[in-house]
């Protein structure tokens, strides 16, 4: 050993074969779900496996043109298709309580999706007396669907690579930037003072 240095205690002996741990009862918990999946399909039918859900972008600025399922709809867009939230939860909707609307593009397109499942959705009366024959026909025609309610499709087209316009080289977008964040600002105060020199030119005037 050289210089004043710690002396070298390694702990080699940690008996790790008394701790490990193994994950052997895999094979056996896939098929444990694989049986829970279809004893609950079976459960549940005539009424779709899944329940339906919005389309929501991913986050940030590289994967925002991906679309994808959500948890939940948001209480603007069940106000928007004119359907309670606790109604909802009864038919197979998910409803968020966190979740908020950035755009109204978000809004627009998840209504139209509650909107097109209200549409298709047969609802049996609770009491059997009110169900007609007709009804229970029906009930026991009916196919259950297997996978999302509503399929998702994203609408994005990549834009095909163009020559830059002259105009184009020619804007100052950062500026246009700085510009638009500053009139933001200061909008407010601005609107102050010009409200207080309109003031004060209509007493001039009076005067």
């Known amino acids: 050993m050289k210089h004043n240095n710690q002396l070298p205690n390694q702990h080699f ?3 790790w074969q008394l701790r490990v741990k193994t994950w052997f009862d895999q094979p056996g918990r896939k098929l444990r779900r694989h049986n829970a999946r279809i004893a609950k399909a079976a459960r549940i039918a005539p009424r779709p496996i899944e329940k339906l859900r919005p389309a929501v972008r991913c986050q940030t ?3 925002n043109t991906k679309v994808r399922s ?9 106000k928007a298709a004119k359907i309670a939230p606790k109604y909802a939860q009864t038919v197979g909707i998910v409803v968020d309580y ?5 755009s109204e593009e978000s809004l627009d397109i998840n209504a139209a999706r509650l ?3 209200i549409s298709r959705l047969v609802v049996l009366p609770k009491s059997s ?3 007609t024959p007709e009804i229970v026909a029906a ?3 009916a196919v259950q ?3 999302p309610v509503a399929p998702i499709t994203n609408p994005y087209v990549a834009e095909e690579p163009r020559v830059i316009t002259e105009e184009e080289k020619k804007a100052n977008n950062f500026y246009t930037l700085r510009q638009a964040r500053a009139n933001k600002r200061f909008r407010g105060v601005r609107d102050a003072l010009a409200k207080a020199k309109a003031e004060e030119e209509a007493q001039k005037v009076k005067k």
């Open 13 to 15: 002996r940690k008996e």
């Open 139 to 141: 009930y026991k025609e």
């Open 115 to 117: 909107k097109d499942y």
């Open 98 to 102: 966190r979740r908020r609307n950035r």
């Open 145 to 147: 669907a297997k996978g």
């Open 61 to 63: 600025l590289k994967y």
């Open 70 to 78: 959500g948890r939940g709809f948001t209480l603007d867009e069940l």
């Open 129 to 131: 007396k009110k169900r």
